[in-house]
């Protein structure tokens, strides 16, 4: 599957979190575990969404998801 999200923002994110150095591989593998869940996410709010008989998906149901 395509990666979607870029590399820096997340490497970023890293070194927000502390780290002084960070290896490409590291940055690479947050980037499939981020984009993982995410997707799970995603496809947990569609049936929130579709169980409330909507086609819109709403904070509602992304918020209900990732809990």
């Known amino acids: ?14 070194r ?3 780290a002084e ?5 590291a940055v690479s593998a947050l980037r499939d575990v981020v984009e993982d869940m995410a997707r799970d996410a995603a496809d947990e709010a569609l049936r929130a ?3 409330a008989r909507r086609r819109t998906i709403k904070r509602e149901d992304v918020e209900l998801a990732v809990r």
């Not at 599957?1 to 890293?14: C, I, Q, S």
């Open 21 to 25: 150095r960070v290896s490409e591989d």
């Open 49 to 51: 969404a579709r169980h």
């Open 1 to 14: 599957m395509r990666k979607t999200l870029p590399l820096a923002p997340l490497e970023r994110l890293m």
């Open 16 to 18: 927000k979190a502390g």
